[in-house]
């Protein structure tokens, strides 16, 4: 069964700071590897895509690697700052049907960030 | 350009009764799906479409029911609305299908329900 583990739950940093955000699967049957970004009350903001054959993507201050092998994504946030506070969420669209459905995609539990100014 | 858009924001049911969400989309869009968003749980897929007229399960489609009879038109219905359908419901679209390698989804901004 595809498990998607984000570490930390919550991470509180001063403005400036390089981040990292973790998100590991348990599976490497996927397609691809989405990184989102949540604002309270608010839908969700699709911020990097990673095909499977990628090893990273890049936007702006935000750079996304993917370690299909062994599991792994982590987003990078460069030079922190007030606005990047919400919560990220990471997500893997499994290979094939998974759990009788061709449409999953499979979230993890998100990292809240909050940058202090 | 809207995006995905969602009616109701807010709605508060009581046990047995029955409603209907609705999720726009002005992108062509040929994919939409439906989440729900549960505290500790993350995000889980309750049913999607590939196209105008058809549906398929996710992966908690029970109590649920869906309709595309337009293609940028998405309609999630709870015929008896049950305390465990209290979430938050996400609606999503993508231009290209599910299975594919290269699979962007577009989030609405969420309905809020309770069920009391």
């Known amino acids: 069964k595809q498990e998607v583990t984000q570490i930390p739950a919550a991470l509180s940093v001063p403005e400036g700071e390089n981040l990292v955000l973790n998100c590991s699967f348990t599976d490497s049957a996927i397609y691809n590897l989405q990184w989102f970004r949540q604002d309270p009350g608010k839908g969700l903001t699709s911020l990097l895509l990673i095909q499977s054959s990628q090893r990273e993507q890049t936007s702006g201050r935000l750079n996304a690697s993917l370690d299909k092998s062994s599991g792994r994504s982590t987003l990078y946030i460069a030079a922190s700052q007030p606005g990047d506070s919400a919560t990220y969420l990471c997500?893997?669209?499994?290979?094939?049907?998974?759990?009788?459905?061709?449409?999953?995609?499979?979230f993890g539990k998100g990292t809240k960030l909050s940058v202090k100014p | 350009n809207a995006g995905v858009t969602q009616t109701p924001k807010f709605r508060v049911l009581k046990t047995g009764q029955s409603m209907t969400l609705l999720c726009a989309q002005d992108m062509n869009h040929e994919y939409m799906y439906w989440y729900r968003q549960d505290p500790g749980m993350g995000l889980r897929l309750i049913h999607y479409s590939v196209g105008e007229g058809t549906t398929a399960k996710g992966e908690v489609p029970d109590g649920y029911n869906v309709s595309r009879l337009k293609k940028q038109n998405f309609l999630l219905g709870l015929e008896s609305a049950a305390p465990s359908q209290t979430s938050v419901y996400f609606c999503?679209?993508?231009?290209?299908?599910?299975?594919?390698?290269?699979?962007?989804?577009?989030f609405g901004p969420g309905t809020r329900l309770t069920v009391l």
């Open positions: 997500a893997v669209r499994p290979e094939g049907n998974y759990g009788g459905s061709q449409g999953n995609l499979i």
């Open positions: 999503a679209s993508s231009y290209s299908p599910p299975w594919g390698v290269y699979n962007e989804q577009f």
